[in-house]
């Protein structure tokens, strides 16, 4: 079955460095990427949505400037939290549509935990 | 718009027990309906899914029917085990062409006991 990747699993930061999270597809080309964040004990909250090779699209609410989505290639996509702050430790997942099959399911990578000090 | 209501848990059973997770959608136009589940400390996985009315998908037990009439998706398993313990997510997406993402039920998290 389709798999994806996200790297890293758990990262511990300083309040005001960068943090770069990857999520990769691995035997299929995603034409589209999906972030979202998960707070305890709640539903997924879509971030954005991204198209290979154009400009993300944010939720309303989500700081585009603070969250850098960058969708390369059909493969990898990339979250960039910048300038983070303990109000950013969450859980973030990414999920990825087989854009080839041109099927609507989704799979998603097995999240990162972000903890910012 | 559109929107994926679930029970709100927990749902705590014994092994063996009957499971019923209820969700209901709203949404223009004919959905995909899924059904996600979270292990513990991991990412979501995809159960079963059905793309049509009277559709039934099925996985490890699990069944859910596509009922557009009442506008359902809830999720059955006839005997839970321990290792079902997680919390499950009802989610519809409005199909490839709009391109849109998953909208998600709160999630229902199920305990079985033994």
């Known amino acids: 079955g389709a798999v994806v990747s996200q790297h890293p699993s758990r990262v511990i930061c300083k309040s005001g460095t960068s943090v770069k999270i990857e999520c990769r597809s691995l035997?299929?080309?995603?034409?589209?990427m999906f972030w979202y964040r998960q707070f305890p004990k709640q539903s997924l909250m879509l971030m954005a949505t991204s198209n290979e090779g154009s400009k993300a699209t944010y939720e309303q609410g989500v700081e585009k400037d603070k969250f850098l989505i960058n969708h390369a290639s059909l493969t990898l996509s990339t979250l960039t939290v910048t300038s983070a702050h303990p109000e950013d430790s969450s859980f973030y997942i990414c999920s990825a549509r087989d854009g080839v099959a041109g099927t609507d399911t989704q799979y998603f990578g097995p999240g990162t935990r972000l903890t910012v000090l | 718009g559109n929107s994926v209501t679930q029970m709100e848990g927990p749902v705590t059973l014994s092994e063996e027990a009957f499971l019923t997770i209820n969700c209901t959608y709203t949404?223009?136009?004919?959905?995909?309906l899924f059904w996600y589940v979270q292990y513990p400390g991991e990412g979501l996985q995809l159960l079963l899914k059905?793309?049509?009315?009277?559709d039934k998908g099925s996985n490890k037990g699990f069944e859910a029917t596509y009922r557009k009439e009442t506008t359902s998706f809830h999720l059955e398993k006839g005997s839970v085990q321990v290792s079902d313990s997680a919390v499950y997510f009802c989610?519809?997406?409005?199909?490839?062409?709009?391109?849109?993402?998953?909208?998600f039920g709160k999630g229902t998290t199920l305990s079985v006991s033994s």
């Open positions: 059905a793309t049509k009315a009277d």
């Open positions: 949404a223009t136009g004919y959905p995909s």
């Open positions: 989610a519809l997406s409005a199909g490839p062409q709009t391109g849109t993402a998953l909208i």
């Open positions: 035997d299929f080309q995603a034409t589209t």
